[in-house]
């Protein structure tokens, strides 16, 4: 029997990453080939031991360079779950809103897809910024809130909603995107397109059955929805549009 190596983005693992080794396990049971869930330490890790990956979990960034440089197969997304952005001020800053951005330097991890969705807020909202200073990663974004060197930042949402209370005192959230632009990705690698039918299958069919429920519920997830062709190119034009 075929066995698929699956990997999951470790921002997703932090928390009881045992509910993956229950959908791994899931599939197993319900697709004519065994899922094997290997679990990553880091970001590091998870990159590095990529290209063994046969099934993948991935955040917008990994997903893009996935479909474009190593041909995986967009499969499947969670229902209703997307990737956003908040919008944040230094504690001195009095009264802050979007038009504060105007002219502003913004903090932010420049080479990550949320950066992009911000982006896109603000020019929706016709306001121009001033330069982005790049911080290696959204905690330090965080740090220089605290440490008075910066006045505005974006934050990746799932950063913000996992911060400690302390540090999310050092900080005010003013706004939070509601693009429904960019969505974690279930991915399928290129020697395994030909299972792609049987995994969506069974995906779609996960909220029928009690079993199937149980994961959902542990993933926090409602449903798996097919990704469109529409969907995609959407994400892959957000990434692209301020490169």
Known sequence: M??????????????NPDKWFLFAQYMSMNCSFRVGFEMSFDFADFHENLSNADLVYANPNDTVKLVREKGYKPLAHPEGVY????????????????????????????????????MQV??????????????????????????????????????????????KESVQRFHTSEEHAAFHSLLLGPDHIDKAEEILRVLKGMHATDQGREVLSALGVTNWLPITNGEFTQMLDLAAAYA
Request: charged share 15%.
């Open 2 to 15: 075929d066995r698929l190596n699956f990997m999951v983005c470790p921002h997703e693992t932090t928390n």
């Open 122 to 167: 603000l020019q929706k909202a016709s306001i121009v910024p001033g330069q982005f200073v790049n911080q290696a990663s959204w905690l330090g974004v965080v740090a220089a809130m605290r440490d008075n060197t910066a006045e505005y930042g974006f934050l990746y949402k799932d950063t913000y909603d996992a911060l400690s209370d302390m540090n």
């Open 83 to 118: 990737d956003e952005v908040v919008f944040v001020a230094n504690t001195a800053v009095d009264a802050p809103n979007l038009a504060s951005l105007n002219g502003a330097e913004i903090h932010t991890v420049t080479t990550m897809l949320p950066t992009n969705i911000g």
